[in-house]
T-cell receptor, first 107, second 114 residues
Framework: AQRVTQPEKLLSVFKGAPVELKCNYS??????LFWYVQYSRQRLQLLLR??SRESIKGFTADLNKGETSFHLKKPFAQEEDSAMYYC?????????FGKGTRLHILP | DTGVSQNPRHKITKRGQNVTFRCDPI?????LYWYRQTLGQGPEFLTY????????KSRLLSDRFSAERPKGSFSTLEIQRTEQGDSAMYLC????????????FGPGTRLTVT
């Protein structure tokens, strides 16, 4: 089965503290994985994809095939990081989203 | 081009009525996707088009749902004989065929079935 699991519905982190949003996937092939983000009153948008291996807004995500994980990390949280984050798997032309984790940055 | 647009933004309807939603994608995008999102869930794929051809439909999409993209530009999603379980946010997204990983989402249409 093709599935994305985000175990945390809500994650509260103090400003300046490290952030890690967990994501595990289930897929038998070679996965394409992404993180999408939705800020308050904005549209869902792509944050980063595993293939590019780049840092966007200070966030990085490493694909770990052994643990079937694609956790999103940032060393120092900022208040503007508060948003809903969705891990996503693209087995073909459609995208399978996880249920999302709401990240709340505390002042 | 201000991005993907969807109309209406909100729709309240009575059970049993038909509803139709419209999506206008980014003009140069040949792929168009429909998703449904309920409270506490991520978007769930419903169907997608490449130009005017509907290439895939989810098993979630019952016979009461139909989508069209007649000229390869805007798309409509119709729900016939609505049920309370159809209440959800319906999201449209578009992309270029070679960059289907980066889908640009619209603001969504929130449907409430009473």
């Amino acid at each position: 089965a093709q599935r994305v699991t985000q175990p945390e519905k809500l994650l509260s982190v103090f400003k300046g503290a490290p952030v890690e949003l967990k994501c595990n996937y289930s897929y038998s092939g070679s996965p394409e994985l992404f993180w999408y983000v939705q800020y308050s009153r904005q549209r869902l948008q792509l944050l980063l994809r595993h293939i590019s291996r780049e840092s966007i807004k200070g966030f990085t995500a490493d694909l770990n095939k052994g643990e079937t994980s694609f956790h999103l990390k940032k060393p120092f949280a900022q208040e503007e990081d508060s948003a809903m984050y969705y891990c996503a798997l693209k087995p073909n032309d459609k995208i399978i989203f996880g249920k999302g984790t709401r990240l709340h940055i505390l002042p | 081009d201000t991005g993907v647009s969807q109309n209406p933004r909100h729709k309240i309807t009575k059970r049993g009525q038909n509803v139709t939603f419209r999506c206008d994608p980014i003009s140069e995008h040949n792929r168009l996707y429909w998703y449904r999102q309920t409270l506490g869930q991520g978007p769930e794929f419903l169907t997608y088009f490449q130009n005017e051809a509907q290439l895939e439909k989810s098993r979630l999409l019952s016979d009461r749902f139909s989508a069209e993209r007649p000229k390869g530009s805007f798309s409509t999603l119709e729900i016939q004989r609505t049920e309370q379980g159809d209440s959800a946010m319906y999201l449209c997204a578009s992309s270029l065929a070679g960059q289907s990983y980066e889908q640009y989402f619209g603001p969504g249409t929130r449907l409430t079935v009473t």
